[in-house]
């Protein structure tokens, strides 16, 4: 594990200190001053160069600790050595404040938290500020809105949507609202009650969706962010025993994807971002036709340029890849390319479109694959890093 990043060279004068009455008039004084006072924008500055912070939630399991920070070379690929940034129970997943001062992870244990932390920009570190209950059971998914006021969070054992208001200190707030859903699905093994598993806001920040596996229901809920206020504007249904679980907006704000834990399937929707209506469009599967064995989905995301969307494969253990049409906003499956690890959870791809990291929880891995743009299709570069039991990655 790494305690830093980077070497700097202490800055010092090479004269000796002016006497003492006169200090303050003296040229080497003023000099020092200067050097002193850039010294923090120096360190950032380096440490900028080293890459781009890297955060991964995951369960604290055997040597897994909590949340771990890594530096990330856009340019190479290249992954530094993780290093523990804090400490925490079940950390399973993250969300950065917009001001990228602050980051908020779930306790995702029993009666569950959401917890707040201080980042250090140099060296990624994370300290402790608060930490509230999350209104429900086992608490796996949140987001911070565009107006930097509130944390979106759900909870999955009893199907709980909460809102958080933030305070300037980056704190968190009892909850402003709570809001419990009702019903169940056909498959009473997993859907004898409601099982909210993500949040995901639009663009214009009006209206938060969350995917609920235990109803087959997409939720559209209208946000007051003004106020920290969530009340239920509508629901998209898919069809029976689906189990959604993750859900994520097309570039353009015209579409957007879901993907069915229980049904390993990736549902195509038109969304009017004006009305906060969701239409189906289309739902394709994530495995191959050959493939018989089990199989339950995790993450979807879309990629930048809009033109794939990709979806984990608990089972296969593989990124099912899918072409976009547009402008219907239909789907068509293009590749599936092994994890290099079991039980892949959250992926993230970077902000360039050229990179893709992978958290497989079950071999404690995380692998760094190249990404081709005009193809959607990924390569390993060899990279791994070993990390107990990976759920989440956000680049900072």
Same mark, same amino acid.
């Given at each position: ?31 020092? $001053? #200067? ?83 201080? $980042?250090?920009?140099? #060296? ?113 249904? *898919? ?123 079950? #071999?404690?891995?995380? *692998? ?29």
């Amino acid at each position: 594990m790494l305690k830093c990043v980077g070497n700097f060279d202490t800055l010092k004068s090479d004269q000796p200190d002016p006497p003492r009455l006169s200090m303050s008039a003296t040229p080497m004084h003023l000099s020092r $001053r #200067t050097l002193l006072a850039a010294l923090p924008a120096a360190l950032t500055a380096r440490a900028a160069d080293a890459g781009q912070l890297v955060y991964f939630g995951t369960y604290s399991r055997g040597a897994s600790k909590g949340i771990y920070v890594a530096r990330f070379d856009a340019a190479t690929g290249k992954l530094s050595a993780p290093q523990l940034a804090a400490e925490a129970r079940n950390p399973s997943f993250l969300a950065l404040h917009p001001d990228g001062k602050f980051l908020y992870a779930v306790g995702e244990a029993g009666k569950g938290i959401i917890a707040s932390y201080s $980042r250090d920009a140099a #060296t990624g570190l994370l300290k402790p500020i608060n930490s509230v209950e999350s209104q429900g059971n086992s608490p796996c998914h949140l987001v911070v809105d565009a107006s930097k006021r509130n944390v979106l969070a759900v909870n999955y054992g009893d199907g709980v949507t909460s809102v958080f208001p933030i305070k300037a200190d980056g704190s968190l707030s009892e909850a402003s609202s709570v809001i419990k859903h009702s019903g169940s699905g056909p498959d009473q093994k997993r859907q004898q009650g409601p099982h909210a598993h993500s949040v995901n806001l639009s663009k214009n920040n009006k209206w938060a969706v969350v995917a609920d596996l235990g109803l087959d229901e997409y939720i559209v809920y209208a946000l007051d962010a003004q106020n920290g206020k969530i009340t239920r504007h509508g629901a998209a249904k *898919v069809k029976g025993g689906s189990g959604p679980r993750h859900f994520a907006f097309h570039p353009s704000y015209q579409y957007a994807f879901g993907v069915n834990e229980m049904g390993s399937s990736v549902t195509a929707f038109k969304w009017n971002e004006q009305t906060g209506k969701l239409d189906e469009i289309s739902t394709v599967s994530t495995l191959p036709k050959d493939f018989s064995g089990d199989n339950s989905c995790a993450e979807v995301l879309v990629h930048p340029n809009g033109r794939f969307v990709y979806a984990s494969n608990r089972g296969h253990n593989s990124l099912a890849i899918f072409a976009v049409d547009m402008p219907q906003g239909s789907i068509k499956v293009v590749d599936y390319a092994s994890t290099l690890g079991k039980t892949p959870r959250n992926f993230r791809i970077h902000s360039s479109g050229k990179w893709l990291l992978a958290a497989n929880q079950d #071999t404690s891995n995380v *692998v760094a694959f190249a990404l081709d743009p005009s193809t959607g299709k990924i390569t390993p570069t060899g990279q791994t890093l070993d990390i107990g039991f990976p759920v989440c990655i956000r680049f900072a």
